[in-house]
């Protein structure tokens, strides 16, 4: 269901606010905090916005303000308590491409306790984790079923980054052996550590290794495009953050 809100009916932006309540009430926050964070400052609109809300009479502009907020910050709630305003969006080329190809289970999260060195004896590397904290160091642990060259990225509420995977801020690509190794990592193999500062919640990382050497990186469209003529492989995780 697709409405336009800048000609939305009063029913309409009532259906809005009983989804935004509900999204509010899963996501741990306030109808007024939805508002303040999609009108990018705090509302003030007197002491009934709330109410005109609940009746359906806020502005139209408003409505689709705090509609296109929910849909990018919280899309993944929006569409399980209300599918009807807030439906699945297509899934886009590299997205199908994750999909179809994306290999999970070789690909994981080693947190890195601060109080120890990097360099240690492979049985004592801690256990793989789904959620690690911010500010935590952590690195992957790849096992590659090939030889090549590694590039990732990390997807955050809809949008996607470059992951660095070289050693340092100029080789933005890895080389990959068969078999596992710590990414990043240094020359001699060990974890070079990585760290969330910032954003809690779900993050999706991808790591893609191809034969051809990738020097000087290679973005999502390239990979899109020859992911079926170029022998690669697409190891997918998800790890929540949390404070």
Known sequence: MSIDWLRSSEDQRKRLYVATRAIASAANLSIDEIMDAAMGRKMLMGTDYISNF?????????????????????????????PDLFPLTPLTAWEQLIEARGIEGQLNAIPIPKRMGLTRRRA???????????????????????????????????????????????????????????????ERGNPIPL???????????????????????????????????????????RVRFVA
């Open 54 to 82: 609940r009746r359906g009479k806020i502005r139209r502009s408003y409505a689709k303000l705090i509609y296109e907020w929910l849909e990018r910050h919280h899309g993944e709630i929006a569409n399980r308590l209300a």
């Open 124 to 186: 004592n590397v801690p256990t793989p984790a789904t959620e690690l904290r911010l500010n935590q160091d952590y690195c992957f642990q790849l096992d590659s079923d090939m030889e090549g060259y590694a590039v990732g990225f990390e997807g955050y509420r809809g949008e996607w980054h470059a992951l660095p995977l070289g050693a340092d801020d100029r080789h933005p690509t890895a080389k990959i052996i068969q078999g596992r190794q710590f990414v990043p990592s240094d």
């Open 195 to 237: 760290v969330e500062t910032d954003d809690i919640g779900l993050h999706q990382f991808v790591v893609v290794v191809v034969m051809a050497d990738l020097a000087g990186g290679i973005d999502i469209d390239a990979l899109t495009e020859r992911h079926a003529s170029t022998p690669m492989q697409v190891h997918s995780l």
